[in-house]
């Protein structure tokens, strides 16, 4: 009983990840005191010697200390989000202390479930309940499809690699709470990404001749379900799409896509005399200096971005050409490393990875607290998982 508690003390973390974490706008800083707790419990059970085994199983890791004293670097010079530097300091000592044999396939499984069904509750309630803009959630949409698109990948690895029929049950419930949430939330971004993610995780399948029709067909009868039930929410979002694509071509920038190329455009003079490390919180300056130079216009202007919706320039612009390639770093080890593998934790970090790579070229999801943390635990602990090939399910 007395391991059992340590060990649910030391989860904290991850429990708190799938379930309250998706719901409340402070998660992220309430994460902060689980990892605190987490470490203290992990090193009075484990001593020190649970570090030194994660420090040589665990290759990422590296890549996360580097990145996060480059992080502490740049809060101190020129500025830096601290929601960022605090997220990478806590993830990281908390990688440090985490014994990961204490999340396995079964209790993942029932976490997803969890986390799928806390982000449906989420949208649910501020959108059809509440009637509340999506821009005004707790947490913002994108950041909540982001989530919602994890999960729902997490799930659709469990899918495929499901041993029974209460396992094959759950994995499909998680799957159409989660894609139906993204759905809701009208983040077309994020969609997309998880479009494609589906997409390569069954190419990945066939390669290794793991394809079979039962898989596609269950999931392609899922998104049609789906599809039809919020036709209309799916509709209205794709006439505001083709309205913006319009106005676009007739030259008229001051919608959203198009403001956020007039954004992109500004990068070559955004980032001149700071190539190296970037201009930290400085870059706000800059922008005033562009308006009155002229090379901006007012719109964009009184727009204030507090990121560039494209996490490679924001990265360019605010970290420089280092942390332009920590960042794609942080994303192409994981992706290398567990493509060579075939199980639920490879493909489910493929497929977090491959959300959040395409995610960035229109927004900015390590900017934010939620998805940032989401991203640096479940990629940093799964990466490394070994399990044994069993036959699946279906």
Not at 30 to 59: A, E, Q, Y
Not at 157 to 183: D, E, K, P, W
Request: include cysteine.
């Amino acid at each position: 009983m007395k391991t059992k508690f340590l060990n649910a003390l030391i989860l904290l973390p991850i429990l708190w990840l799938f379930s309250g974490f998706l719901l409340v706008k402070d998660g992220d800083k309430i994460m902060i005191s689980m990892i605190v707790i987490s470490i203290i419990v992990s090193i009075i059970k484990n001593g020190t010697s649970i570090i030194k085994r994660n420090i040589k199983d665990n290759k990422f890791l590296f890549l996360l200390i580097v990145i996060t004293s480059y992080n502490i670097f740049s809060y101190y010079y020129h500025g830096q989000s601290s929601r960022e530097t605090r997220a990478f300091i806590g993830c990281t000592l908390f990688i440090l202390c985490f014994p990961k044999e204490l999340l396995n396939d079964s209790l993942l499984r029932k976490l997803t479930l969890i986390g799928s069904i806390s982000c449906f509750s989420f949208v649910y309630y501020y959108s059809i309940m509440l009637h509340i803009d999506r821009g005004s959630w707790p947490i913002i949409a994108i950041p909540q499809a982001t989530l919602s698109a994890v999960i729902a990948i997490i799930a659709f690895s469990q899918f495929t690699y499901s041993y029974n029929r209460s396992q094959y049950i759950v994995a499909i419930t998680a799957v159409v709470f989660s894609i139906t949430a993204i759905l809701m939330s009208e983040t077309r971004g994020v969609f997309i990404a998880v479009i494609l993610s589906f997409i390569f995780l069954f190419a990945k399948h066939f390669s290794q001749k793991k394809f079979n029709t039962k898989l596609v067909t269950i999931i392609f009868f899922i998104f049609i379900s789906i599809g039809l039930t919020l036709k209309s929410d799916i509709y209205q979002r794709y006439e505001q799409t083709r309205i913006e694509m319009s106005d676009i071509s007739k030259g008229d920038l001051n919608t959203s896509f198009g403001l956020r190329l007039l954004m992109w455009q500004t990068t070559p003079d955004m980032i001149k005399g700071h190539y190296l490390i970037g201009s930290g919180d400085g870059y706000i300056n800059r922008f005033d200096e562009l308006y009155n130079e002229g090379l901006i216009s007012k719109t964009l202007h009184d727009f204030r971005p507090a990121h560039f919706h494209n996490q490679y320039i924001d990265k360019l612009i605010k970290n420089g050409i280092i942390g332009l390639v920590l960042l794609l770093l942080l994303i192409i080890i994981p992706l290398i490393a567990s493509l060579k593998k075939n199980n639920i934790f490879s493909d489910s970090v493929c497929g977090i990875v491959i959300i959040y790579a395409i995610s960035a070229l229109t927004d900015v999801p390590f900017y934010y607290g939620h998805p940032l943390m989401m991203y640096l635990i479940l990629v940093s602990i799964l990466t490394p998982i070994k399990v044994y090939n069993e036959k699946a399910y279906c």
